[in-house]
């Protein structure tokens, strides 16, 4: 199982990450293919033109997203959506952060949020885990905890709210967020004490 880092600008790296030396230490990483300059550009245009082979291997793709266009973007989206395979795509372009675990696992992030200190932990994580870790590592350390909080949140706008159309909403949010926390009950009115515990447990860890 691999992943696939496609940077085709390595001064990005050396300018974002925190030190020097964790460009070389992403590169020894052996499940991870980071080709260089020249052979990354050369994937990017096979990828744009819809005609690159991707690794069957593969669990998680890394990708610049401003060499990507739209038919490069729909040549990945298609690989990951059949084979289930995680994409990051970052870009000094992107100005929100955006999620989603639909249909496979999807996050769009800033490079600057992308080249941190987490991202180095994120791959040998990921790596240690067999790529079950969750593309949330990566954004923040306390990820868990913010959803847990807004799941509270939630469901205490749910017992006060009316309007059906409103309590729908909150509902379809309420069950994304249990798609992501993956807990052994589902997160409801029912179960905010159990939801409380783990909030209770999670803060104590920080």
């Known amino acids: 199982m691999k992943?696939?880092?496609?940077?085709?600008?390595?001064?990005?790296?050396?300018?974002?990450?925190?030190?020097?030396?964790d460009a070389k230490e992403i590169e020894s990483f052996p499940a991870l293919f980071m080709p260089k300059s020249d052979e990354c550009k050369t994937i990017f245009k096979q990828i744009n033109d819809g005609e690159y082979s991707f690794d069957n291997d593969l669990k998680i793709i890394i990708a610049h997203k401003s060499s990507l266009d739209t038919k490069g973007l729909e040549h990945i989206n298609r690989f990951c959506k059949a084979n289930m395979v995680k994409l990051i795509c970052f870009s000094g372009g992107i100005s929100q952060i955006t999620y989603n675990n639909e249909e496979y696992e999807f996050l769009n992030i800033n490079s600057a949020e992308f080249y941190t200190e987490r991202l180095i932990p994120f791959i040998k994580h990921s790596i240690n885990n067999n790529f079950e870790t969750t593309l949330l590592e990566i954004v923040y350390k306390d990820w868990k905890l913010s959803y847990m909080c807004l799941a509270r949140q939630i469901i205490e706008n749910l017992k006060l709210e009316?309007?059906?159309?409103?309590?729908?909403?909150?509902?379809?949010?309420?069950?994304?967020?249990?798609?992501i926390l993956k807990f052994g009950f589902t997160v409801n009115?029912?179960?905010?004490?159990?939801?409380?515990?783990?909030?209770?447990?999670?803060?104590?860890?920080v």
């Open 162 to 179: 009316t309007n059906d159309s409103a309590r729908n909403e909150f509902e379809v949010k309420l069950e994304k967020i249990n798609s």
């Open 3 to 21: 992943i696939l880092f496609l940077e085709d600008r390595p001064d990005r790296q050396l300018n974002h990450l925190p030190h020097k030396e």
């Open 189 to 205: 009115s029912e179960t905010i004490q159990e939801l409380n515990k783990e909030i209770t447990k999670r803060i104590l860890l």
